[in-house]
């Protein structure tokens, strides 16, 4: 959880991304030898941050070529606490938001940026980042690599940038802070559906953008469709913490004050004919916020902003969802085909939202045997154990008029 504050503080001072992390890990170290005998502190991460950056002051103080780096960072780094003001209206004193414009830096591909800084400041393993990305775990570990022995051979200052080369970086930045939020959302693995902690980043880091960007319509669009989503999360899961679909989700829980936020927010992206992917996406989710229940729901409107998302953004992710609304605003006989002209798209070989919504449009058909079988491919795809007994609950009871679907529309 402390991991992405702990590496953004040390790589503020030795300006070296993987250098950073070794520090991390030798913080934690510490902590594991010393906290059995002192107890654990009243602030654990406060304790692990100021280690990592004692650590990195000293590796610093060390090594004569960062002289100069150290003397720019002056004496504050040898305090307990750094918490300087923004030393202008545009700065933004945010070391995770400094981890991401810098692992964010045009001098790495598109995918290793994605990548990198879903490491870092999300603090998924290689192979969440991996399913986060629908990308092999292999492929995923040789772009981290790359990218980090890039940066330190480029000299990337370890900054938020200025002026254009800002506006330059921003897509990369709004997509990687879209799929902290999303894995947060619906968590690729472990017991539980949601990771709150980065739900809260990437939602925190969003509003930071788009008040940096004002004028900027996908920044707007990306804060409001993530403050639409949050909104759903106390509806999300029940008493025994096992996911609650979309259409049975009690609407009276979803969170008004986030959803006006995300109204608000919608509303200064711009005129709709010129949304982008990210505002988009959040006006399908102002959709469901709109409709007092499921069955309300203005599905053809939908399918609709899906074929436009699709159109500027495609995807088979997109394509997919689009299948879904049809289903509900046409009927699953007319989303059947849809789904399975994707069953050989390569990129989607492993996800398990495909057998799941084709598995709820067979028990929709009438064809429980069918749904059933999709139903249990899907559960062996997943590795988030809420998923998985609840697509194994969907085997069991297959049959027709099902009404939900496991994760779509109810994922950005």
């Known amino acids: 959880m402390e991991s992405p504050r702990i590496v953004a503080t040390a790589a503020r001072i030795v300006r070296d991304l993987g250098i950073a992390e070794e520090i991390a890990q030798d913080a934690l170290v510490a902590a594991l030898e010393e906290w059995p005998r002192t107890g654990v502190p009243e602030r654990p991460g406060a304790w692990l941050t100021a280690t990592a950056k004692h650590r990195a002051v000293d590796l610093v103080r060390r090594r004569e070529t960062y002289a100069r780096k150290l003397a720019e960072v002056g004496r504050a780094l040898t305090e307990e606490s750094y918490d300087p003001e923004p030393s202008g209206p545009g700065d933004i004193d945010d070391d995770v938001l400094r981890l991401i414009f810098t692992a964010c830096h045009p001098v790495l591909s598109a995918g290793a940026r994605v990548a990198l800084t879903l490491r870092l400041v999300g603090g998924l393993r290689t192979d969440e980042v991996a399913r986060a990305l629908l990308v092999p775990e292999a492929t995923v570990a040789a772009r981290i690599t790359r990218a980090k022995r890039t940066l330190a051979k480029a000299g990337v200052e370890f900054e938020v940038p200025y002026g254009e080369e800002r506006a330059a970086r921003l897509g990369s930045v709004l997509e990687v802070v879209y799929l902290i939020f999303n894995e947060g959302y619906a968590a690729t693995s472990g017991d539980d559906l949601l990771r709150p902690g980065l739900c809260e980043d990437g939602l925190r880091l969003a509003r930071v953008l788009a008040a940096l960007a004002p004028g900027e319509g996908e920044a707007q669009g990306l804060v409001a469709l993530l403050e639409l989503q949050a909104s759903r999360t106390a509806a999300r899961t029940g008493p025994d913490g096992r996911p609650v679909l979309l259409a049975d989700q009690d609407r009276r829980r979803w969170d008004r004050l986030l959803v006006r936020r995300g109204f608000a927010a919608l509303e200064r992206a711009g005129d709709p ?24 729901t203005d599905w053809s409107l939908i399918a609709a902003l899906y074929g436009r998302l699709g159109a500027v953004a495609p995807s088979p992710v997109v394509e ?88 779509a529309p109810d994922t950005p």
């Open 320 to 407: 997919l969802n689009r299948a879904v609304a049809v289903s509900r605003a046409e009927g699953p006989a007319a989303a059947l085909p849809l789904v399975d002209a994707l069953a050989a798209d390569p990129s989607l070989a492993r996800y398990h939202l495909l057998p799941s919504v084709r598995g709820d449009l067979l028990a929709r058909l009438g064809r429980p045997a069918e749904a059933r079988a999709e139903f249990v491919r899907a559960a062996d795809l997943t590795r988030n154990a809420s998923e998985r007994a609840l697509l194994l609950g969907r085997a069991d009871a297959a049959e027709p008029g099902g009404r939900g679907l496991p994760g």
């Open 273 to 296: 004919r010129g949304y982008g992917p990210y505002a988009l996406q959040a006006a399908i989710a102002a959709c469901h916020a709109r409709a007092a229940s499921y069955e309300e």
